[in-house]
């Protein structure tokens, strides 16, 4: 199993560790920093012993890279890890504010029904099973997300079942939320949020979150 730092320390951006494991362009790590795709938020970009990681793969309780041809890298090897760390910054505040968001909408929206998400770097996006627009809800919608997010409170990340790694986040007297993604120390880190709705399809509705930088 893989030992996955980014849980207990999402803000680190370098790690020394050793390789467990190599198969061709797959290169397995004893513990990492290096994020990968899981619940709708993109993996980390960065490089292992100097080496882009062209994918990032959860493999049961291990995660998986495949770097170029060439890495060079065996079994023992004692590599360094390095991420993108403005871009897992972004993917955390986007993370969060729509994390806010989703729980927002199910309290204000009657018989709403998630059906998708997805974390990216320019924006995060939240899919519902809905008839009719949300767009004159996003007003209130958007007021209550940004409330929680000045507020600027601690947000608790920790296991729920270490285990079976399943994991949440806590905003003390607002919601308790199972996630295994990296988390923010305080809501107030995401900053200003603007909420945009897009049409999908019948019967579907899209709220699109996005950063206002300063």
């Not at 893989?2 to 190599?22: E, G």
């Not at 090897?77 to 390095?82: D, F, L, Q």
């Not at 986007?94 to 709403?112: D, K, N, P, S």
């Not at 099973?129 to 007003?139: E, G, K, S, V, W």
Request: proline fraction near 4%; glycine fraction near 8%.
């Amino acid at each position: 199993m893989t030992r996955k730092r980014f849980w207990a320390a999402p803000y680190q951006t370098t790690l020394a560790t050793r390789v467990s494991r190599v198969d061709g362009e797959r290169v397995w790590l004893e513990e990492t920093i290096f994020y990968a795709f899981s619940g709708g938020q993109e993996s980390d970009s960065g490089r292992i012993a100097g080496h882009a990681v062209r994918l990032a793969e959860k493999q049961g309780q291990d995660i998986v890279y495949t770097l170029d041809a060439n890495h060079g890298l065996l079994a023992g090897s004692a590599v360094e890890v390095t991420i993108d760390w403005p871009r897992r910054y972004r993917l955390m505040r986007l993370h969060f504010a729509a994390e806010l968001v989703l729980e927002v909408i199910c309290r204000q929206v009657a018989g709403v029904e998630k059906i998708g998400a997805h974390i990216a770097e320019d924006k995060a996006r939240i899919d519902f099973a809905r008839d009719q627009a949300i767009t004159p809800l996003l007003p209130a919608i958007s007021a209550a997300a940004q409330r929680l997010i000045d507020d600027d409170q601690p947000i608790v990340s920790a296991f729920s079942d270490e285990a079976a790694e399943r994991r949440y986040w806590e905003l003390p007297g607002f919601a308790r939320v199972p996630c295994g993604g990296t988390h923010l120390r305080r809501s107030g880190e995401v900053g200003p949020i603007l909420l945009k709705r897009r049409n999908v399809g019948k019967g579907k509705e899209r709220v699109e979150i996005y950063l206002q930088e300063a």
